[in-house]
Antibody
Framework: EVQLLESGGGLVQPGGSLRLSCAASGFTFNNYAMSWVRQAPGKGLEWVST????????FYADSVRGRFTISRDNSKNTLYLQMNSLRAEDTAVHYCVRLRGTPNSAFDIWGQGTLVTVSS | DIQMTQSPSTLSASVGDRVTITCRASQSISAWLAWYQQRPGKAPDLLIY???TLKSGVPSRFSGSGSGTEFTLTISSLQPDDFATYYC?????????FGQGTKLEIK
């Protein structure tokens, strides 16, 4: 069974940092591009970042570029999102998502999400 | 960035009804469009990709159509489980962008 399990969310002060992790299982991890998608409380979905299967290519939303870094460790079947200089508007459930294949494909499998709250 | 405009924002319907949700792109995205269903407190589920391809395991009452800038999601006969929020997503170009969502409510 394909599974994505996020961890690392929590409460952080504005300007602080947090690293999210996503443990993948049930598929050949390095064959798939992966993404992070977030959803602020009561709001819609927002794409955050995507990384290619090899990790050699990355894409970011303008709202996080320069503050967030997506990465992966294919030997550990794990996706990461390093979040720095956090702002109140980053408060959201952050979902780890597997794409159907390449970076130019639909978001296929979603984790259960991890909540990041930025507040003093 | 490509803007995705969904309509309506809210839709009230009854079990057994046929409903249609529309998504318009601000520029052509060919057929690179997906539809998602999200129930309260849950992660979204992929229903349709490449505008009209039903994901394996999704009931056949769901269908998608369109290309270019105009797309539709149709549910042919609403079931109680279908009352949820639906989102479209364009993945033709980065940044990938979602529609604002359509909440399907029980009339």
């Amino acid at each position: 069974e394909v599974q994505l399990l996020e961890s690392g969310g929590g409460l952080v002060q504005p300007g602080g940092s947090l690293r999210l992790s996503c443990a993948a299982s049930g598929f050949t991890f390095n064959n798939y591009a992966m993404s992070w998608v977030r959803q602020a409380p009561g709001k819609g979905l927002e794409w955050v970042s995507t990384i290619t299967g090899s990790g050699g290519g990355t894409f970011y939303a303008d709202s996080v570029r320069g503050r967030f870094t997506i990465s992966r460790d294919n030997s550990k079947n794990t996706l990461y999102l390093q979040m720095n200089s956090l702002r109140a508007e980053d408060t959201a459930v952050h979902y780890c998502v597997r794409l159907r294949g390449t970076p130019n494909s639909a978001f296929d499998i979603w984790g259960q999400g991890t909540l990041v709250t930025v507040s003093s | 960035d490509i803007q995705m405009t969904q309509s309506p924002s809210t839709l009230s319907a009854s079990v057994g009804d046929r409903v249609t949700i529309t998504c318009r792109a601000s520029q052509s995205i060919s057929a690179w469009l997906a539809w998602y269903q999200q129930r309260p407190g849950k992660a979204p589920d992929l229903l349709i990709y490449k505008a009209s391809t039903l994901k394996s395991g999704v009931p056949s009452r769901f269908s998608g159509s369109g290309s270019g800038t105009e797309f539709t999601l149709t549910i042919s006969s609403l079931q109680p489980d279908d009352f949820a929020t639906y989102y479209c997503l364009q993945y033709n170009t980065y940044p990938n962008t979602f529609g604002q969502g359509t909440k399907l409510e029980i009339k």
